[in-house]
């Protein structure tokens, strides 16, 4: 992959973000963190706290962690995506300094409601955006910090990296929250950072290899499990520089579309089957999908297209199949919530396709057979 002079790749990046500020980081847990941290230092909150949705990646746990905030967990809606809004309401106490508006696979974050609330409590609103990357140059935020992320298995790939977009006036309030790199970091980034390696994995990753690929340890590819944030690294060079060199192409070709599998979607819902929406929104997604994330009828029924279609090598995945406070590792202090019911239900019934360029016609077609031959069975 080129990498741009960084005067060239800060001319790119200042066409894409418009008048906010971005910085870089070892990944986008890191710049969750950065966001988290920034946030507590401007309110000055003994004991703060951000709130995160009850379903989601158990990163969003390790940056609160690391951050010296206690993360709340709010319920979601039961059918759809987004926080259950009068429990989200409910949950801001005089200890909040941040919310977290999370983009699922693409579909939406609900940030427009979520930034109502926010404002009218006078906290912040921090976006995640790490499932997430539009298409369109300088497009519009509602959060006060936007979190991306450039890992495996994100709209980017760089094969790790992250970056917080905040208002240009937080850009040097935020430049004592992460290390430089070291020489040593930095030559392991770059070898990393080359082309190759980046094929290799969206080979590797890609149908029919996924399945294989899944069970083989080292990679992650299909876990979700705990993991705790050990530091804050800043990239000021080469990831900003690669970022800028990739981000044209991203635009012209995402290398996702969702729209292959509208053909079979309606009938599928004799099935059961239904798209997973934005709670209170009708619109379409505002970019590429990740993944299309569909509810099934029940656990068992989900579970059972997971096995049905993994076993045709097509790449079905039950994404996170808990609640986050159940998920494999999880502090104490989350993992001994109370239930969250309607988080539970969703990450029961969810389960996502992969939107990738090796899904084509032909696939979607064979997912469409497979699925009412056995599913009827």
């Given at each position: ?58 990163d ?19 059918d ?15 200890r ?153 192409g ?10 292959r ?45 997971v ?12 994404f ?53 031959t056995?599913?009827?069975?």
């Amino acid at each position: 992959m080129r990498r741009l002079p960084l005067a060239r790749a800060h001319e790119v990046l200042r066409g894409w973000i418009g008048s906010r500020a971005i910085r870089f980081f070892g990944s986008g847990t890191q710049a969750l963190a950065a966001a988290i941290l920034d946030a507590h230092r401007r309110r000055g909150i003994e004991a703060p706290e951000v709130i995160i949705p009850a379903y989601g990646c158990p990163d969003l746990i390790a940056a609160c962690v690391f951050a010296g905030v206690r993360p709340v967990p709010v319920d979601t809606y039961a059918d759809a995506w987004g926080y259950d809004l009068s429990e989200l309401k409910a949950a801001v106490t005089g200890r909040t300094v941040a919310i977290l508006a999370v983009n699922l696979c693409g579909i939406g974050d609900q940030a427009a409601e979520v930034g109502k609330i926010a404002r009218e409590y006078d906290i912040f609103l921090i976006q995640d955006s790490a499932q997430f990357l539009p298409v369109e140059a300088q497009p519009a935020w509602v959060g006060d910090y936007v979190v991306f992320s450039f890992g495996r298995g994100k709209p980017l790939n760089l094969l790790g990296g992250g970056a917080l977009l905040m208002p240009s006036e937080r850009f040097e309030a935020t430049r004592t929250l992460a290390v430089e790199l070291d020489g040593r970091t930095r030559l392991r980034r770059a070898l990393m950072a080359s082309a190759a390696a980046a094929l290799a994995f969206n080979v590797v990753t890609a149908r029919p290899f996924y399945g294989g690929m899944a069970a083989l340890p080292g990679l992650g590819v299909g876990q979700t499990r705990y993991s705790p944030l050990a530091r804050i690294v800043e990239d000021a060079d080469l990831l900003p520089r690669r970022f800028a060199a990739a981000l044209p192409g991203f635009q012209d070709q995402s290398g996702y579309e969702a729209s292959r599998w509208l053909p079979v979607l309606e009938g599928w819902s004799s099935l059961g089957i239904t798209a997973l929406r934005v709670a209170g929104s009708d619109q379409s997604p505002a970019g590429p999908l990740l993944r299309l994330p569909l509810l099934a009828a029940d656990t068992e029924q989900r579970d059972r297209i997971v096995r049905i279609l993994g076993e045709a090598g097509l790449g079905a995945s039950a994404f996170y199949a808990e609640p986050i406070n159940r998920i494999a590792g999880i502090p104490s202090q989350v993992a001994g919530l109370a239930r969250f019911i309607h988080a539970e239900r969703l990450a029961g019934r969810l389960f996502t396709l992969p939107t990738h360029t090796a899904v084509g016609r032909a696939e979607v077609e064979r997912a469409d057979r497979v699925l009412r031959t056995r599913l009827n069975a």
